[in-house]
């Protein structure tokens, strides 16, 4: 049938992966790096999606394709919402949940000397158990992976005092709105600091947060630091 359908055009898309969030039925995902089209049966053609796109790449069109299918996009979602909440069935004591006990001021001006303050173990957002103790009445810090690379004094500046969890928003699969807005609903979290990068794709991981606040319906304070590809804060 003929009917209005999203389109998306490769050229312009930067892989930022903010429309994912923005299409309520799970009918665009990230592919090498790029939005697609998972099922034209998926995209009710209202075009949701369409603001969150900072660079144009999507554009509602009339083609022949399959009628939306809502039943489909039902069970679609609610296993993506299951996979979500699996644990890891590997056993590896890399993913045991443990908080870690700082006995030392690691206050010194040399940056090289500085020691480790990440609080807890595991910190990748995919890892950490939702009801994992280390949350309540914590600072949060979500940070994406790159930074902790591009500016020097991560450790200090930004985890101190804070549990930390870390992700990637371009080349993980899952849209981090729905594990952080688990965690803030869980545990009472006085803050959340976001730290990404400078590049488009990396914006992904801020707008999981804000989303995550509204969904948790708590008045949680946020922030986020842009950091450049130099290494410098662009953004304070």
């Known amino acids: 049938m003929l009917r209005k359908i999203i389109e998306i ?7 930022c992966g903010l429309c994912i969030g923005g299409c309520h039925e799970g009918a665009l995902h990230l592919v090498n790096g790029k939005a697609r089209l998972v099922a034209d049966s998926y995209c009710d053609g209202l075009g949701a999606c369409l603001p969150d796109c900072p660079t144009g790449a999507l554009a509602i069109i009339e083609r022949e394709a399959p009628d939306f299918d809502e039943e489909a996009v039902k069970q679609h979602l ?19 949940v443990k908080l870690i006990q700082r006995t030392t001021n690691n ?20 890892l950490v158990p939702v009801s994992a103790p280390y949350f309540d009445n914590a600072h949060l810090l979500v940070a994406a992976d790159c930074t902790a690379y591009a500016y020097a004094n991560m450790h200090a500046d930004f985890m101190r005092d804070r549990i930390t969890v870390i992700g990637c928003p371009k080349f993980d699969k899952e849209n981090y709105s729905f594990k952080l807005a688990q965690i803030l609903s869980s545990h009472e979290i006085k ?3 976001v730290v990404r990068m400078e590049v ?9 947060v804000n989303e995550a606040v509204a969904a948790s319906g708590k008045a949680i304070p946020a922030q ?7 290494g410098t804060i662009k953004n304070l």
């Open 9 to 15: 055009d490769e050229e312009k898309c930067n892989g």
């Open 78 to 96: 609610a296993a993506k919402a299951a996979a979500k909440t699996e644990q890891i069935p590997c056993g590896c004591p890399g993913a045991n």
């Open 107 to 126: 206050s010194h001006q040399n940056a090289e000397s500085y020691g480790s303050e990440l609080r807890q173990w595991p910190c990748q957002l995919r």
């Open 191 to 193: 803050s959340v600091t």
């Open 200 to 208: 488009p794709c990396c914006s992904g991981i801020a707008h999981a």
């Open 224 to 230: 986020t630091v842009i950091i450049g590809t130099d």
